[in-house]
């Protein structure tokens, strides 16, 4: 053998492994991925082979069609999130499990504007994931009926493209299927509140991450996006003891919504609080004080609540964040006892770098959607 004689002696004649492969998470997971269907993802062939023609007599790969109609390739096609189907008829929004909608929505910031293209950039980088995750074991295209109905029409008046977004979220939670909003700024999460509220008989709790408390009643005589949990918790069924909000801190939290937040017993965890007690005990305290006497919970997930050094593309950043493996397991820790409803808010993609804050847009997305499948809180697991 040479020169490599006597290299790696300590391990090359061992008779055996001094750990066990079972459990390691890979091998566990490398096992359950051949237990999951597959069905969905042939219909999804074949329905491209007939829409978008055979390929070229050249071409050996046969599930390859002539004009490109699925998943692949990722760089190709016109982008929906996770390149699910487009819904056209919103009437018929009901007949699916999740409608993924943009609220390109921008004229309540009150620093960096550019959040009205956030749908768009969450959609375009999307196409970079696949529905498998493979440490969850979770297909979302075999688990769930997903849909894209496109953007709500926001007009040029705050007060106007409120209404159109109470309505639109409203119509889609009233269908049964799960809203899952594009972003858009944070003043949105008044008006997608208010239509999850009105429809709900009972009490909503709100979980809410962010470095801001964005609590204040006006910012600049106006509702921005610095006052949207004020507005939400003056709803009747949305009580401020109801409203937790992880992840709090810094030099950008206005006096004037922490007072608010102070009279109306508000739930404040700051990112030093999670640090100290650890994820786990956040998302307890976090569900415990959402889900109180609720009927339903809203999750609202600020991307600036993730140290600004990895989303640059956001209108208030901030350092001292979230890490984003933490911000990912706070949520699927809430996202065990279910969601009404999801927001992904504050993306700004002229300040992004390589899309790595939208890209953690859609990451955040798809793991909650993924644990409430596997606690059976959404999709065929839940019927």
């Not at 001094?18 to 269907?37: C, K, N, S, T």
């Not at 042939?42 to 699925?70: H, M, N, Q």
């Not at 909000?245 to 004037?256: C, M, T």
Request: hydrophobic share 40%; charged share 25%; with cysteine.
């Amino acid at each position: 053998m040479g020169f490599y004689h006597h290299h790696g002696q300590g391990y090359r004649d061992r008779s055996g492994y001094g750990f066990r492969r079972e459990d390691l998470e890979g091998v566990q997971a490398a096992l359950q991925e051949q237990a999951l269907p597959s069905r969905k993802r042939e219909e999804e062939i074949a329905r491209a082979l007939e829409y978008g023609l055979e390929a070229a007599p050249s071409i050996e790969d046969r599930t390859i069609p002539c004009f490109s109609r699925g998943e692949l390739p990722h760089w190709a096609g016109i982008n929906t999130f996770l390149k699910v189907p487009f819904l056209e008829d919103v009437r018929k929004v009901g007949e699916h499990d999740v409608a993924v909608m943009g609220v390109p929505f921008d004229i309540g910031t009150t620093y960096r504007p550019g959040t009205r293209f956030g749908p768009q950039a969450i959609r375009r980088i999307s196409a970079l994931y696949t529905p498998y995750n493979f440490e969850l074991g979770v297909d979302l295209r075999e688990a769930l009926d997903m849909v894209d109905i496109g953007d709500v029409f926001c007009v040029a008046n705050i007060e106007k493209s409120f209404d159109q977004i109470t309505k639109a979220v409203s119509h889609v939670f009233s269908s049964g299927a799960m809203p899952v909003i594009l972003g858009g700024d944070h003043s949105i999460g008044y008006p997608c509140l208010r239509g999850i509220a009105e429809n709900v008989e009972g009490n909503v709790g709100i979980i809410h991450l962010d470095r801001h408390v964005d609590t204040q009643e006006k910012d600049m005589d106006e509702r921005m996006h610095t006052t949207p949990w004020f507005h939400a918790t003056n709803i009747p069924n949305a009580p401020p003891v109801n409203l937790v909000q992880v992840g709090i801190g810094g030099w950008q939290v206005p006096r004037a919504g922490v007072e608010v937040s102070r009279k109306r017993g508000t739930t404040i965890l700051t990112i030093r609080d999670v640090e100290n007690m650890g994820i786990e005990k956040a998302a307890e305290i976090a569900l415990e004080v959402a889900w109180k006497g609720a009927k339903a919970v809203y999750l609202s997930f600020d991307i600036d609540s993730v140290d600004c050094g990895f989303v640059p593309g956001t209108g208030w950043p901030e350092p001292g964040g979230f890490l984003p493996r933490e911000a990912l397991k706070l949520l699927q820790l809430v996202a065990k006892e279910g969601v009404a409803a999801m927001e992904v808010v504050e993306v700004s993609p002229p300040y992004d770098i390589s899309d790595t804050t939208a890209l953690l847009a859609v990451r955040a997305i798809l793991d909650v959607l993924a644990t409430m499948v596997i606690h059976g809180k959404i999709g065929k697991s839940a019927k």
